[in-house]
């Protein structure tokens, strides 16, 4: 009888510790805090341990003013954000145009969240020698009253680099100061 009671203990233990929300283990990345190029956000970007070719040190494009930032760590992972101000349909309408019939590339979705959408996009057609199927990454995330939408480059990418950028994508987070 000890050991059944004890078994049922065990038991309750494993089904309480994995009710548990677990937050992502960011070990593999650093952050960078984006103030200095007037956009007040931090994100958790991979390093060298990544093993994704972003040993280097990020480099952050922008104009002064400006509402682009190109955000590139090494020549594998590349972030491209865009201030909308407070237009909050961004992604609906980036689904909805994604969605619809495309004669030149066939749509697969791979993942999607309320904000994050991971696809995979395919060349048609019969005559196409290499149906190399890239990956791609769109989000739009609100950080204090602007939404910022998120992606990768128009030639997409591997999905190992993708996953990575998901990861990024949900680190995320506004500056405590304004």
């Not at 341990?49 to 104009?63: L, Q, W």
Request: hydrophobic share 40%.
């Amino acid at each position: 009888m000890r050991w059944l009671s004890f078994f049922f203990l065990f038991v309750l233990a494993l089904s309480c510790e994995q009710s548990k929300p677990r937050s992502y283990d960011y070990i593999q990345y650093s952050a960078l805090d984006l103030s200095a190029y007037d956009l007040s956000v931090r994100i958790m970007l991979p390093n060298a341990s990544a093993g994704i070719g972003t040993s280097m040190k990020p480099n952050v494009a922008y104009e002064i003013g400006g509402f682009k930032w190109k955000l590139s760590v090494g020549r594998n992972f590349t972030l491209l954000i865009e201030d909308y101000g407070d237009y909050a349909y961004r992604f609906a309408e980036f689904k909805r145009k994604l969605l619809k019939p495309n004669p030149f590339f066939e749509i697969e979705m791979v993942r999607q969240t309320k904000d994050i959408l991971i696809y995979r996009r395919i060349v048609k057609g019969e005559f196409v020698a290499q149906k190399n199927a890239r990956f791609y990454i769109y989000s739009v995330k609100r950080i204090r009253e602007n939404y910022y939408e998120i992606m990768n480059r128009e030639q997409g990418d591997t999905k190992r680099v993708v996953d990575f950028m998901y990861h990024s994508i949900q680190s995320l987070k506004a500056n405590n100061a304004h």
